[in-house]
Every structure is written in structure tokens, then in C-alpha cells.
């Protein structure tokens, strides 16, 4: 390596207040302008792979889509297994593969909104890549940001991620039918979540019997 | 591992500074890290030494500033520190969004950004 030999009085230092997350959030505050524009909103589903995230929305768009227009974004590493049984109820889905990228940004969200006619839309769904810590510094333009834990992941998941949880708006706390054999209480997940963020609403939910999607459909409603 | 992304939105701004003219040569670059970011020091140290290879800026060092986080209560009017989850199990105690005062929830007012404050250089 070469050296710099530099007396003191050669060396400048430049003052800047450059910001490195600003890029990703300017462009989701414009994606966030466009959806307004078209009384359109969207939500951005973040959670560990294998949390639900999929059948969550799933069974969030078979409610919903006889009300309104509903769209669904779906981040994939590599494939689009996710999004066939979305595609099959004839609901538009956006296959957004990130190619072992770790997390959505704004500018892929941009992009999909463009493969859409979001006059016919009200409500998009994004599924973010399956990460708990990499997309919660990447907003997307959504009007909420919901977190999907569950508690086969085990009762440390929320203290684990902090980040995640503190800039959410609603938290989803999946598959409690088998909270009894994980030995994992719900509650003291739900604790944890307001140890965080003393407003966060969290909802415990299971898809399999359907316990608890009634609310959420009602929260995202309600944003 | 967004660490990656950063380093290289990090190096394409010095870049651009640095491509300015007059020549010169980037000894230092400080970035800040607010302590309400999920941006781990060490990680995006070795990010920023990896993408740097064979460019204008190969040689420069990075160097991370953690800037505290701090919190504002609208309902008791309490602004500063955070409070701090002292046994969450990490390895470092977490700072959460509920006011250290009253109990209820705050909104944050400093530590979630990461900001390119200096860059150092000589003219060559």
C-alpha cells in the first residue's frame, strides 16, 4: 500500500450530512405519494423465513378480496412458489425476486407498482424477503409495516429483533394453536413486544383455525 | 447482510466526491451510525474495505461513530435517553420506545440515521 506522506496543513476535511438511508427513502415516500393518489394502500408483511408470512396473506386476501381490489407483492430470494396459490384466486401478484438479495427496497416496490392498474387497487400486500433484520432499515412506502412472528420460532424472537418491532404498526403473533406444544407462551411474546413499544397492537393468530384474521383484516382496514 | 448495500451506497458517494476535481486522494472517511439502526459496525468495516478494491479511494479508512439515541414522551413531556431493556438477553442493552418516566410510548428523535459527517483528503 502506498503511504500518503502529507504535512497537516495539506489535509482537508470536507463537512457533509450526507445520509445513506435517505436514497431508499426518498423514492418510499414518492411510492407513498402515487398509492395516496390512487386511495390505494399498501402493507408491508416482514417476519423469519417459515413464520407464515405466505398464509397469512393468503387467508387475509380470500376475506378481502370480494370488498375491494387487492394486490400482492411478493418478495422471493429465487422462486415463485409463494405466489401460485395467490395467482390462482385471480388475484394480480407481483413476483419480485431479489436474487438472494436479503430484503425489498423502495425502488423494486416502485417498479411493481408499474406492472399494476392501481386505480382498480385499494389494497397491496408486500410480502418482504423471509429476514428479521435486514428490511427494518429499508421502508418501502406502505402505510404500516406489520411484523409476523411465530411462536414455533421459539419464545425469544421479539427481544432477538428489536429493530424490526420498533418500527412497526401492527404485530401478528402466528400458529398459537401450537403454542402449548412449543411450550411458548404467548403472552410473555406479547409482554416483550410492549417492553419495545408500549402502543404496538399485536394480534395472536392462527391460520389453521382461523383464530384472530378477522382482527387483522380489520387493523390493516383501520390504517 | 444490508451492511453490503450500505458499504456500497457509502463508497459511490466518496466516489463522486472524490472524482471532483482538483485530484485528490480520500485518507478517511467518518460515518455516523444512530443507535436505533440495525447497522453492525464491524460488518459493514469489512463491506467498505471489500468494494473499495481497485477504485479511486483503495487505501482509505473508514471510521464509525455510534451516535446515541434519544426519545421524546408526548404524553409526560420527557425528552432524552432512551430506556434501556437491561435483560433482554443481548449483548448489549436495548433501546426501546417506552419513556423512561411514565411508561408509555415515545416516539424516537435521534439515532436512527447513518450519515457520512467527514470525509478527510489531500489535494495530489
Known amino acids: ?223 | 447482510m444490508h451492511e453490503l448495500s450500505i458499504a456500497s451506497s457509502l463508497v459511490e458517494s466518496v466516489l463522486e466526491f472524490a472524482s471532483q476535481p482538483p485530484p485528490k486522494k480520500v485518507l478517511k472517511v467518518l460515518l455516523q451510525i444512530g443507535e436505533f439502526t440495525c447497522v453492525e459496525p464491524e460488518q459493514l468495516q469489512f463491506c467498505y474495505t471489500a468494494v473499495i478494491k481497485e477504485t479511486l479511494i483503495e487505501g482509505s479508512t473508514l471510521e464509525i461513530e455510534r451516535v446515541s439515541a434519544e426519545v421524546a414522551c408526548r404524553h409526560c413531556g420527557y425528552a432524552g435517553p432512551p430506556k434501556y431493556w437491561e435483560d433482554a438477553l443481548s449483548a448489549a442493552p436495548v433501546a426501546t420506545l417506552q419513556c423512561p418516566t411514565c411508561g408509555k410510548a415515545t416516539e424516537s428523535t435521534r439515532g436512527h440515521d447513518c450519515t457520512i459527517r467527514t470525509i478527510r483528503y489531500v489535494e495530489s
Open chain 1, 1 to 223: 500500500m502506498i503511504q500518503i506522506e502529507a504535512s497537516p496543513e495539506e489535509i482537508y476535511d470536507i463537512e457533509l450530512e450526507h445520509s445513506l438511508l435517505e436514497a431508499n427513502a426518498k423514492i418510499a415516500n414518492a411510492n407513498r405519494a402515487q398509492l395516496d393518489q390512487h386511495n390505494t394502500t399498501a402493507i408491508d408483511f416482514m417476519g423469519a423465513i417459515g413464520s407464515g408470512k405466505t398464509t397469512l396473506i393468503t387467508r387475509l386476501v380470500e376475506k378481502l378480496k370480494d370488498r375491494m381490489g387487492v394486490a400482492v407483492f411478493n418478495g422471493d430470494a429465487t422462486t415463485s412458489t409463494d405466489g401460485d396459490p395467490i395467482a390462482a384466486m385471480g388475484v394480480p401478484i407481483v413476483q419480485i425476486a431479489t436474487i438472494n438479495g436479503c430484503h425489498l427496497d423502495a425502488n423494486v416496490v416502485s417498479k411493481a407498482c408499474g406492472k399494476i392498474d392501481l386505480s382498480k387497487v385499494r389494497l397491496i400486500f408486500i410480502e418482504n424477503i423471509g429476514n428479521l433484520i435486514c428490511p427494518a432499515e429499508f421502508p418501502l412506502g406502505s402505510k404500516a409495516r406489520v411484523v409476523v412472528v411465530s411462536v414455533t420460532e421459539g419464545p425469544y424472537m421479539v427481544r432477538k429483533h428489536p429493530h424490526m418491532f420498533l418500527g412497526a404498526q401492527l404485530v401478528v403473533i402466528n400458529k398459537i394453536e401450537l403454542a402449548e406444544i412449543m411450550d411458548v407462551s404467548v403472552q410473555g411474546l406479547i409482554d416483550d413486544v410492549h417492553k419495545l413499544k408500549p402502543d404496538l397492537q399485536v394480534i395472536p393468530t392462527s391460520c389453521k383455525t382461523g383464530a384472530g384474521l378477522d382482527d387483522v383484516a380489520a387493523a390493516i382496514l383501520a390504517v
